[in-house]
């Protein structure tokens, strides 16, 4: 092989797996993104049953029933509008009531949010930044750092 | 009194290290002996000025002196030794102290150690090492000091976040910085290079020791931060494709292909520019991390501060160096000549084939860390890449990589013989192939395609023990031959034969505990028992316990396997004293099969004496922090072969040399 056909082959090979590469990343990019909305944008934004996105919000205080099992029920709120969820697992550590939650899942016909994640934060300090800047443009944001006893 | 030396020192270090990004630089280019002289003492006296402020941190952590705004802020009395040290690291000025102090323990090895190398390019590197302690050191002093008083002093500390409190966490940022900051090196020798606007084998055989080094400290670090985030994180997880997990782990990639390249440059003069520009790269990655993690862009438990200015200043360091350096790179690539030509059947093919695949795989972690970003800049829109973006797009690049790395090291340089390849790897194929067969056989659940993902990492580990046995000519030699032959190997090759067996273990690991884990939840009240991968365990009832700097509810579980005793298993969730956080501590019962996993949840209001329980049992997850200690130690193997050691080459035995080495 002349040096020419050598750089062709390399070329070839490397525009190959760009475009596969590239392909692979648009694919899952339509795939396996998660949209992230406060209870206003669900109510707001009308999003269907069945599309999974991420809740985010303040637990509401008082809101916390357990069922069955390892059942939980809670509502999450930005303080206008405020969405039931069902969650069926263990809970993180830091989940309390009035203290910012994400969690994922989607919305069953009823408008109950069917959750099957609810994320562990890692400090008492930490406010997801998403949840934290959707209650910044409600006004009601205040920075969350006082330790609250636990109520679970 | 102490504090202020500390202080003082960090401002002398410096001044020290302004001299040496300029002094050593300039006489490189007056050629200036007496100037060039300048950089390996002015290297050293910057270490020695460093050690002193990080010491002098340390001391006022370990005797608690809280009228150290830092102290204050992440300490507290109560906490034991080890954490009050590690404490120094666990913040954000503390840790770019270290990250610092990494940079000065680099650039004055390369002073000490690289007394053999040309004068005006170990000049160049030293100033260029030099220059990035300057813009850190400035960064420390104008936006994060860590020796800043506070009067009154406050009577205690506010204290370290619990999780925090944990002897991996206490190892992993110092690994870690010394992988970031170890790629400094290559990143100085790259520059170095484009500013004499020369580069050869002999380059590549420098930089090679230092970029292994830092790799393995990479590798180490991130593994550590794997292990922690899997007992102590209580989801049974090990690696959730955070943005901060993915800041360490773009850098690993690049420098893996970095590793790689760096050989074909050294062996054959090919691959020159691409292998400077990756050394850029490999070390722009770097500094990215830090930027991510450090700006508060990303908001996670290593983002220690939200501070816009912090964010500001580093973003300037990220574009001075990473933009000048591939400006540098821009305006000088023209005057690298080309080197060997070679085949795309060839060890060289091979190893392009790694470097593409490894880069394409660390460009498209890029894409889905910084994507949320970018789309939140412009249409406002808040998304999460998770798990499933870099499955679908990593996974499938991997692929390739695993199935081709056997055949690597079985490739003639210039031109090899893919069939010659393939037949000295008959062995391990059929070894594969009987593994692969034995999984089906035994195992009816889980993904129908995961037996092959055990196979692959089964064939990379055959693969690698075939090369050495190929080598050694074993089989076709008389023992004793075979046997001389073996210890007559060079180091380096034992070096990747250990290396590329690690990967293959982590393979298997990671296949078999995605695969076929189990996850059971449930509620337990005292009496109640459950099974979960053949194990039953009964719950005893939880019990109030009292520790250094924390209270805690211990749950005991009883375990037994058909029927024989096991173990007990006690998961714990404490309650810290300061900051008053809870943690979950997982009770973990460890066996060649897997690890049976079992976290305590929340005492269930309507049950009495019943608990949330979380049980998991995570088969062969062992293999993937171990098959990361068998990568470390290869490089390790590969660091200790004489002719890796930096010296001045002998191109010609080198080129006599009858087995080349990885």
Request: aromatic share 10%; proline share 6%.
């Amino acid at each position: 092989m002349s040096r020419k056909q050598r750089r062709a082959v390399l070329i070839l090979a490397c525009v190959g797996l760009l475009g596969l590469a590239s392909l692979l990343v648009l694919f899952a990019l339509r795939d396996s993104i998660v949209f992230f909305h406060t209870p206003s944008d669900v109510v707001e934004k009308g999003i269907e049953a069945g599309q999974r996105f991420r809740l985010g919000g303040l637990v509401a205080e008082g809101s916390v029933r357990r069922g069955e099992g390892s059942l939980v029920e809670f509502a999450v709120t930005d303080t206008v509008k405020t969405i039931n969820v069902v969650y069926e697992g263990v809970l993180p550590d830091l989940f309390r009531e009035g203290q910012g939650v994400v969690t994922e899942g989607r919305l069953d016909g009823s408008g109950k949010f069917l959750a099957d994640t609810v994320l562990a934060k890692h400090d008492e300090n930490y406010m997801p930044p998403e949840v934290a800047d959707a209650l910044k443009e409600k006004g009601v944001w205040q920075h969350m750092g006082k330790p609250q006893p636990a109520t679970n | 009194m102490i504090v202020e030396t500390g202080h003082f020192a960090l401002v002398l270090a410096l001044a020290v290290a302004v001299l040496q990004a300029i002094l050593p630089a300039w006489g490189a280019h007056v050629r200036d002996e007496r100037l060039m002289a300048v950089g390996p003492p002015a290297a050293v006296t910057q270490l020695v000025l460093v050690v002193g402020a990080f010491l002098a941190l340390t001391y006022a952590y370990v005797v608690s002196d809280f009228s150290v705004e830092n102290v204050y802020l992440n300490s507290h009395s109560a906490k034991p030794l080890l954490y009050r040290i590690s404490g120094v690291w666990g913040n954000h000025e503390g840790s770019m102290l270290l990250w610092v102090l990494m940079l000065a323990l680099f650039g004055a090895a390369v002073a000490v150690f690289g007394h053999r190398l040309p004068q005006t390019l170990r000049a160049n590197v030293l100033a260029v090492q030099g220059a990035v302690a300057v813009a850190f050191m400035l960064f420390i002093l104008l936006t994060s000091n860590p020796f800043s008083r506070l009067a009154p002093a406050p009577a205690e500390g506010l204290g370290l976040n619990p999780i925090l409190q944990d002897p991996a966490l206490a190892f992993h940022p110092p690994f870690l910085y010394a992988g970031y900051v170890g790629f400094s090196i290559a990143f100085a020798f790259a520059i170095a290079a484009l500013i004499e606007g020369r580069v050869d084998a002999a380059w590549a055989r420098w930089v090679r020791p230092w970029t292994l080094a830092a790799w393995m400290m990479l590798t180490l670090g991130i593994s550590m931060g794997s292990w922690w985030a899997y007992y102590e994180l209580g989801w049974g997880g090990w690696w959730f494709w955070d943005p901060v997990e993915n800041a360490s782990f773009m850098p690993w990639l690049a420098g893996t292909a970095l590793l790689h390249s760096a050989v074909v440059m050294e062996k054959r003069e090919a691959l020159k520019i691409w292998t400077v520009l990756l050394a850029i790269l490999t070390f722009s990655l770097s500094l990215m991390g830090a930027f991510l993690v450090r700006s508060g862009v990303l908001t996670s438990v290593h983002a220690f501060a939200v501070d816009p200015a912090r964010g500001v200043f580093i973003l300037g360091i990220l574009v001075l160096f990473i933009g000048g350096a591939l400006a540098l790179f821009a305006l000088r690539v023209g005057e690298l000549r080309q080197g060997g030509l070679f085949a795309p059947i060839s060890r060289e093919g091979s190893l392009v084939l790694n470097n593409l695949l490894l880069t394409t795989a660390c460009a498209t972690v890029l894409v889905g860390t910084l994507y949320p970003l970018a789309l939140e800049a412009l249409t406002g829109d808040k998304i999460s890449v998770g798990s499933p973006y870099f499955n679908m797009t990593f996974g499938p690049l991997m692929l390739p990589l695993l199935v081709a790395l056997p055949f690597g090291p079985f490739l003639a340089w210039k031109r090899g013989d893919l069939v010659a390849a393939a037949q000295r790897l008959w062995l391990a194929a059929v070894t594969t192939l009987l593994v692969t067969m034995a999984v089906y056989a035994v195992v009816h659940r889980g993904p129908w395609l995961a037996p092959l993902g055990i196979a692959l990492g089964v064939w990379v580990m055959t693969g690698s023990l075939a090369e050495l046995a190929s080598r050694s000519k074993l089989g076709q030699a008389p023992l004793p031959e075979s046997w001389r032959r073996l210890k007559g190997l060079p180091r380096s090759a034992f070096g990747t034969a250990v290396a590329h067996f690690g990967v293959g273990m982590m393979v298997v690991g990671i296949i078999g505990t995605s695969a076929y884990q189990s996850e059971r939840i449930l509620v337990m009240k005292p009496g109640d028992q459950a099974e979960i991968a053949g194990y039953t365990l009964t719950f005893k009832g939880a019990a109030p316990q009292r520790g250094p700097n924390y209270r805690e509810e211990v749950g005991v579980f009883e375990v037994t396997r058909h029927g024989q005793p096991v173990t007990s298993l006690m998961p714990s969730k404490r309650l810290y004293d300061a900051p008053p956080q809870p943690t979950t501590e997982a009770g973990i019962h460890v066996s060649w099969r897997g690890d049976l996993y079992a976290v305590l949840g929340d005492a269930q209001s309507n049950t009495e004496g019943g608990y949330a329980v979380r049980l998991y049992f995570n088969p062969l997850v062992r293999l993937i922090w171990l098959g990361a200690v068998v990568m470390f130690l290869g490089g390790l193997l590969s660091l200790s072969d004489r002719r890796l050691r930096v010296g001045a080459p002998k191109r010609a035995r080198m080129q006599t040399s009858p087995m080349p080495a990885e």
